[in-house]
């Protein structure tokens, strides 16, 4: 490589080229010492060289030093090397990849000593060069395990955000509650008192929505503080019906969804969020089968099994024969063979491009509707479309549990006077209106210090009492305790909108008659009050 020679205003006079002692350092050390004139091109430099492959011996205006630096860095360094030569600068350093003779690339440290004349211009650099390519694999390595902790630290105090976030849900959880209660008890007074078949209507939406406000806020306990998930009886065309009106609003105008469902459905026991996640998967996997555009169909069937469904690829979901509801989700797409219907459960199987699919969609369905004694079916074929048949274990009605369970108008109370204690106004102005439309009287507190006052005042004619958990002041577990120790056969009725892990954790050894968990609805109220004054 033919050395760029430095500006001219960057030389100076020649000066000596080194003593004999100066060379026998440079012997002892495993530094590469060099010693460069700066205006005569001559540069000398120790047998240290030879580590890099390089002879001693240099030619004339050959700067082994610097013209066997990367090329992607010579520019840089030799721009230093000039400006701190034009400048008034004693000292330059600097680490860059250096060229070996048999052309690999050593890591080096160079840093050198300008000598200036009386002028001040230089005449000599004087300096040493040390391989660190070890010291830099170090270096990076332990600079890639900082960056491993780094990553480590980022990830823990995600975690403790999250964790914040769920500690936070309890209360969050509470206060919706708390928004919710007053329009569940309010809708069916409001209804008494609707004439027209359009007020009713509009009630009967308000309704609908704070009880799936209040799901919503069930499903985020779940997620933030990993809540028990109950198992209910549903009916499967209402789980339709709300997902056709989600698909409706998210997928391309170029599918057409359509519905076909039994009007007397049996209802199935299960976890609405997890069934809501296998139609969802199910139609997503649809989608993705229609790129242009096609119908969707989503139908419901009561059906009888004398042998259980088969599936290809699928071995994990089994039962008896029986009753069943039957959920198909019914494309026109592209279908699928054989072969293809053998892998499509298997985790992270995917057909789509990298990047876009996980592979996750079918193999949870999977695992949800196992955990559900649920079967599962599937015909296909190329050009032809897929049909997934989902079959949950039918909830046969039961004429004496029906009877027991059948509504009954709510029993109205004999003037009893009620203590309900709620730190939010709206609640218990609602409560008190209701309650005293059955037939009872009613004090009301807004912290368990008042209630503890109005208890001791009405002790003997309190007949019952409904406290909220979490109060200000005094908080209900801590007045009920009071309550008990003055009253030991008081009636009280605990109501909260935490989780039931929550609920258990924040009375601690203290036992109510009945919990209530809000929000509740004027009958849910009003029964239970008929039942522990019965």
């Known amino acids: 490589m033919k050395p760029i020679p430095l500006r001219e205003d960057a030389l100076g006079d020649v000066g000596d080229v080194g003593e004999e002692r100066f060379q026998l350092i440079a012997r002892a050390s495993n530094d590469v010492i060099w010693d460069w004139n700066i205006q005569t091109g001559v540069c000398w430099q120790s047998q240290s060289i030879r580590h890099f492959g390089y002879s001693q011996a240099t030619e004339p205006g050959e700067r082994p030093w610097l013209d066997h630096a990367h090329p992607g860095h010579f520019q840089r360094v030799l721009k230093a090397i000039e400006e701190v030569l034009a400048g008034q600068g004693q000292y330059w350093s600097d680490e860059y990849p250096f060229l070996c003779q048999d052309g690999l690339i050593a890591d080096v440290f160079n840093r050198a000593c300008v000598v200036r004349n ?37 990830q823990f105090l995600r975690a403790q955000r999250l964790e914040s976030i769920g500690a936070q849900a309890s209360r969050i959880a509470h206060d919706l509650n708390n928004v919710f209660s007053p329009i569940l008890m309010a809708v069916p007074l409001l209804m008494e008192q609707a004439g027209d078949p359009s007020s009713r209507k509009i009630l009967a939406d308000m309704e609908s929505s704070a009880e799936r406000g209040a799901g919503i806020v069930k499903q985020f306990l779940t997620l933030a503080r990993g809540a028990t998930r109950e198992r209910t009886v549903l009916q499967p065309n209402e789980l339709i019906r709300e997902m056709v009106q989600i698909l409706g609003e998210t997928f391309p105008k170029s599918i057409q969804i359509k519905t076909c469902c039994d009007p007397a ?16 998967n199910l139609c997503v996997n649809a989608q993705d089968a229609m790129p242009t555009g096609g119908a969707l169909t989503l139908s419901s069937h009561n059906v009888t099994l004398k042998e259980p469904v088969s599936c290809a690829g699928l071995s994990g979901l089994s039962g008896p024969s029986g009753q069943y509801v039957q959920i198909q989700v019914a494309d026109t797409g592209v279908g699928m063979s054989e072969e293809l219907q053998k892998k499509i459960f298997q985790p992270y199987f995917t057909t789509k491009d990298p990047g876009v699919g996980t592979g996750l969609g079918l193999s949870t369905t999977v695992r949800i509707l196992q955990n559900h004694s649920a079967l599962l079916g599937l015909e296909s074929a190329p050009g032809s479309g897929a049909t997934f048949s989902v079959y949950f274990p039918a909830k046969l009605p039961d004429p004496q549990a029906d009877a027991a369970a059948a509504p009954h108008a709510p029993s109205t109370g004999k003037h009893e006077l009620v203590l309900l204690v709620d730190d939010e106004a709206e609640i218990c102005e609602m409560c008190k209106l209701i ?22 005042r009405h002790k003997d004619e309190i007949a019952a009492v409904i406290i909220d958990i979490m109060m200000p002041v005094m908080d209900g577990a801590s007045a009920i305790r009071a309550m008990r120790w003055s009253a030991p056969r008081l009636k009280i009725i605990a109501t909260s909108g935490l989780s039931e892990r929550e609920q258990t954790a924040a009375l601690g050894d203290v036992v109510p008659d009945i919990f209530l968990q809000k929000p509740y609805s004027a009958d849910q109220l009003v029964a239970a009050l008929a039942s522990l004054l019965r």
């Open 118 to 154: 009386a002028e001040g211009r230089a005449i000599r650099m004087v300096g040493a060069m040390m391989d660190v390519t070890g010291r830099k694999q170090a270096r990076e390595k332990i600079e890639g395990q900082g960056a491993d902790q780094k990553r480590l630290e980022a």
């Open 265 to 280: 459905l049996c209802d199935i026991e299960g976890d609405a969020m997890e069934l809501h996640q296998v139609l969802l």
């Open 435 to 456: 309650l005293e439309s059955f037939d009872y009287r009613v004090l009301t507190a807004e912290n368990g210090a008042e209630a503890l006052s109005l208890m001791e």
